[in-house]
């Protein structure tokens, strides 16, 4: 008996990481946003986000959440570290599995000092990028 992930899996819509060699086309909206297309043959996937960069990986992640509902055995790559620090300072960290379906995927501390939750989607509009960590051993 073959495992389902040994299951050689195929469909028209290409595998997300054809997406990624593909060179965006991008459009300013009128909410400020800007917007990500990538196309690979008849498909197209779009993303939105502050930055042209965060459009980019928002479209990507759009990519791999169609491919999941193609093939369920898909798992999607987390966009995100468990835990990190973001540009502006703010610490991030990501709910266990069991809650996040009443939460979302992280929590952080918002301006006023609150608990506050988000997914994956709207960080990713927010351009949220983690801090590079940086050795004391160079």
């Known amino acids: 008996m073959t495992a389902m992930r040994d299951f050689d899996e195929r ?3 290409p595998h ?3 997406f990624e060699v593909m060179r965006p086309e991008y459009t300013e909206l009128e909410d400020g946003y800007i917007q990500a297309s990538i196309t690979v043959m008849t498909f197209r996937v ?6 042209r960069p965060g459009a980019r990986r928002a479209a990507l992640y759009e990519g791999q959440k169609t491919y999941r509902s193609y093939h369920p ?3 999607i790559k987390n966009p995100f570290p468990d835990e ?5 300072g703010i610490q991030w960290k990501r ?3 069991m809650r ?3 939460t979302g995927d992280y929590l952080f501390i918002s301006d006023d000092d609150e608990e ?10 927010w351009d949220v990028r983690p801090v590079e960590q940086t050795t004391d051993e160079d």
């Open 116 to 125: 506050d939750y988000t997914d994956f989607e709207q960080m990713l509009m």
């Open 84 to 88: 990190f620090v973001d540009q502006e």
């Open 95 to 97: 709910i266990p599995a």
């Open 46 to 51: 779009t993303g939105k986000s502050t930055t």
């Open 11 to 13: 469909s028209a819509y």
């Open 100 to 102: 996040r379906h009443n």
């Open 16 to 18: 997300p990481e054809e």
């Open 73 to 75: 055995s898909y798992r």
